[in-house]
């Protein structure tokens, strides 16, 4: 059972990437995912959530920049990051949502870093 | 600044108890589940406690959480240098729509 991100590196402000996160050993298409990030040093931004049924929600912070999206048949997660800022580097992490929709995160993957810099 | 309020750090000797605090508001704690999570150095979060008090399979019964009206608190017995962490407190936010997590205490044991 794990979860492992990709896609992550440089990018200049304003600046696109994708990040994907590729899920295994459990069902995926049953369960919520979310991208949680972290900067250098601080805590944890949640910064969006899928549901079951593909219903996406975001933060205000990243609303309108990042879109999230998932495959299920590919047991893929996928966060199209847009307009990005230098206050969007960070570590990403995929993460599973515990109880459908109950907003607590039981699975992480290992994070991908991405780095907003010209 | 984040929207749950968590000490930076405490500390403790080992074998000895730790609490560790995290303060909201009615819209986030107080109408909604708690979970804590452990972060330790280089790796991934982790989820210690989720539904304010559940533990996953493979957490010892030395974490232990509670919840009272806006706040709640993580509790640690029989300390381990192991557990030496950043620990997070997290919720739903309904007046924010959004996942919300507290700033993190780091546990140092001594």
């Known amino acids: 059972v794990q979860l492992v991100e990709s896609g992550g590196g440089l990018v200049q402000p304003g600046g696109s990437l994708r990040l994907s996160c590729a899920a295994s050993g459990f069902t995926f298409s049953s369960y919520d995912m979310h991208w949680v990030r972290q900067s250098a040093g601080k805590g944890l931004e949640w910064v969006s959530g899928?549901?079951?049924?593909?219903?996406?929600y975001y933060p205000g912070s990243v609303k309108g920049r990042f879109a999230i999206s998932r495959e299920n048949a590919k047991k893929s997660l996928f966060l199209q990051m847009d307009s990005l800022r230098a206050g969007d580097t960070a570590v990403y992490y995929c993460?599973?949502?515990?109880?459908?929709?109950?907003?607590?995160?039981?699975?992480w993957g290992r994070g991908t870093l991405v780095t907003v810099s010209s | 600044q984040s929207v749950l309020t968590q000490p930076p750090s405490v500390s403790a000797a080992p074998g000895q108890k730790v609490t560790i605090s995290c303060s909201g508001s009615s819209s986030n704690i107080g109408n909604n589940y708690v979970s804590w999570y452990q972060q330790l150095p280089g790796t991934a979060p982790k989820l210690l406690i989720y539904?304010?008090?559940k533990r996953p399979s493979g957490i010892p019964d030395r974490f232990s959480g509670s919840k009272s009206g806006t706040s709640a608190t993580l509790g640690i017995t029989g300390l381990q240098t192991g557990d030496e962490a950043d620990y997070y407190c997290?919720?739903?936010?309904?007046?924010?729509?959004?996942?919300?997590f507290g700033g993190g205490t780091q546990l140092t044991v001594l």
């Open positions: 899928i549901g079951t049924a593909g219903d996406t």
């Open positions: 997290g919720t739903w936010d309904g007046s924010l729509r959004a996942a919300v």
């Open positions: 993460a599973r949502d515990g109880g459908s929709g109950e907003w607590y995160f039981d699975l």
């Open positions: 539904d304010n008090y």
